[in-house]
């Protein structure tokens, strides 16, 4: 086990998140077991102060899960230089098999907890908790992906070894090589710009239609998600290479480090934010139809549009920026 | 209107010393009613406003407000609805000592973040409806009773609540100055403000504004109470 102060906060930061959740958890199953919201019983009133009081700590807690994504990749870049041979977090995660897949289940749980926050607050705003029951089963099944998530760190950090050799990004990132992120990587520049530009666009319109209109958020939302892939697959092609000045590195990873300003932040921030608000839009547009959300639904829907609008308008800013002004051509005028 | 509906509130709930205050109190009260609540002390009187206030969160049973079910509002909100719509009179006016009139008066301004000119002639209005004019800048702590009392009902009135609840208001009061605190009492229910009043004062009980009066004893209200 590696022991830095950024582990052990993590591994701390980890264990809280499971152990709140375990309890929320355990009071979701309570609320659905028990839940009458015509009852004037003790039981229902006791039930109703435990709701709002899950609803504030599993709140912090989908918060402080976003945080430990956040320090879960700056760990693993700072590993680098204990582990021989690996120039980023790439070569960190790398290390042994548990790192991908920590940091996919941490993304992917960061994405729900995103998701469950959003449900959270137009539950909140409606006063009736019309989605109550969605948020505990969700719950419910936040916790053994949250708990399997430790289980990786877990076994990530465990088994970390600094005395053997590691691959670095250019090993894992070449496009001469034979996985899938080699093909990504080798990927046309030319079609992929248009297609991501053309789909930037049309996302960012559909988001300033929902705007103007008060309408569209699911359209908005599907773009969301379908620019997602396609955002991934431009990042390892062009932009970062753009972003390096070196045609031959697409490592999505040193783009976290301090030599590209951290921009690689920036670039993961707008990304995830951008999806997440995407896919919360999306979420909503399906609860549209529940007594006590008709004002509410359309009202964070405009929100989460004017964020997602921010989101993905940061990201193409820097994809922008790269293109234009980096002293890499990849494409001949 | 405000409904309480089969409301209990049991302090210290499974201990020893657990006490019930308020037993499946059904209770309407609508708006631009004068209600008096009258019983012994113990009664349950001040549990009584203090849940219909939403100071105080019942153990079992549901509060509404205009159909609005308040009981599984979060504090948050609920401090919101309290600061719009109920005025509070005490049995002591709690003026802070040291602060001049006008800003005990002001005191329940300052989370609202609302335009201070506005009010400040609202709190001189209303300190001048009471006849306190000529000590709106005197310290707290030189009033007298009955002129305490008077700031606190000006304090209450400041953010023009649609319901005023005074518990036990003349209790510290003389005669004289009860009846006067009584007089300026019926002056808000010709205004068309919903009163609910605890009070075991007769002065009270009997005043011409009030339209009901309720018994309460062990925490219940009793069959035949009084309505005018």
Redesign the interface.
């Known amino acids: 086990m590696t022991l830095q102060p950024s582990v052990i906060a993590l591994q701390a930061l980890s264990i809280l998140v499971l152990l709140s959740l375990g309890w929320g958890a355990f009071w979701a199953w309570r609320i659905l077991e028990g839940w009458d919201p015509e009852s004037?019983?003790?039981r229902?009133?006791r039930l109703?102060?435990r709701a709002?009081l899950v609803s504030a700590v599993v709140s912090r807690t989908c918060l402080a899960q976003g945080l430990s994504l956040a320090l879960f990749l700056h760990t693993a870049d700072s590993l680098h230089r204990i582990l021989p041979g690996a120039m980023c977090a790439a070569g960190s995660l790398n290390a042994n098999a548990y790192g991908y897949p920590a940091l996919l289940m941490k993304a992917g749980n960061g994405m729900l907890c995103g998701l469950w926050l959003i449900l959270n607050r137009a539950d909140?705003l409606a006063?009736?908790?019309p989605l109550l029951r969605s948020r505990c089963r969700m719950l419910l099944g936040m916790l053994p992906l949250a708990a399997f998530e430790f289980e990786l760190q877990w076994d990530y950090f465990r088994n970390l070894a600094a005395d053997g050799p590691v691959s670095c990004c250019d090993a894992l990132f070449n496009a001469e090589g034979r996985s899938v992120l080699a093909w990504v990587a080798s990927l046309p520049v030319v079609p992929l710009e248009i297609s991501f530009f053309a789909a930037m666009a049309l996302t960012l319109a559909a988001g300033v239609h929902v705007l103007l209109r008060r309408q569209g958020a699911s359209l908005f939302g599907w773009a969301g998600l379908a620019v997602f892939p396609l955002t991934i697959a431009s990042l390892i092609a062009f932009v970062f290479p753009y972003l390096y000045e070196l045609p031959t590195h697409h490592c999505p990873f040193c783009i976290l480090q301090r030599e590209y300003a951290y921009i690689g932040y920036a670039i993961y921030a707008g990304l995830l934010g951008g999806t997440l608000a995407a896919a919360g839009a999306l979420v909503l547009s399906r609860c549209a139809g529940l007594p006590g959300l008709e004002g509410i639904v359309p009202r964070m829907q405009a929100r989460l549009v004017a964020v997602g609008l921010l989101a993905y308008g940061l990201l193409t800013a820097i994809v922008t920026y790269a293109v234009l002004f980096s002293n890499l051509v990849l494409v001949e005028g | 209107m405000i409904a309480l509906e089969q409301v209990t509130k049991v302090y210290s709930r499974g201990r020893p010393e657990e006490h019930t205050a308020l037993a499946a109190v059904d209770l309407t009260v609508g708006a631009g009613e004068r209600l008096v609540l009258m019983g012994p002390s113990g009664s349950g009187k001040t549990t009584l406003l203090t849940v219909l206030g939403t100071l105080l969160r019942p153990t079992s049973g549901r509060l509404r407000l205009e159909g609005r079910d308040l009981t599984r509002l979060p504090e948050k909100a609920l401090a919101s609805i309290r600061r719009r719509t109920f005025g509070f009179l005490f049995q002591e006016p709690h003026l802070v000592r040291g602060l001049r009139v006008i800003e005990n008066v002001l005191l329940p301004a300052l989370p609202v973040h609302e335009p201070g000119d506005g009010l400040r002639e609202r709190a001189l209005s209303l300190l001048g409806k009471f006849g306190l004019e000529k000590k709106t800048l005197a310290r707290a702590e030189t009033l007298s009773p009955g002129e305490a009392q008077r700031a606190g009902l000006a304090r209450a009135l400041l953010l023009d609540p649609q319901v005023l609840i005074a518990d036990e208001p003349t209790a510290h009061l003389d005669t004289a100055r009860a009846r006067e605190l009584i007089a300026f009492l019926g002056s808000l229910a010709s205004e068309g403000k919903t009163l609910v009043i605890a009070s075991h004062d007769p002065l009270v009980g009997g005043a011409g504004f009030v339209n009901r009066v309720l018994a309460m004893r062990d925490g219940r209200i009793l069959e035949g109470s009084s309505s005018r």
């Open positions: 004037p019983s003790e229902q009133l109703e102060q709002w909140r006063e009736s908790f």
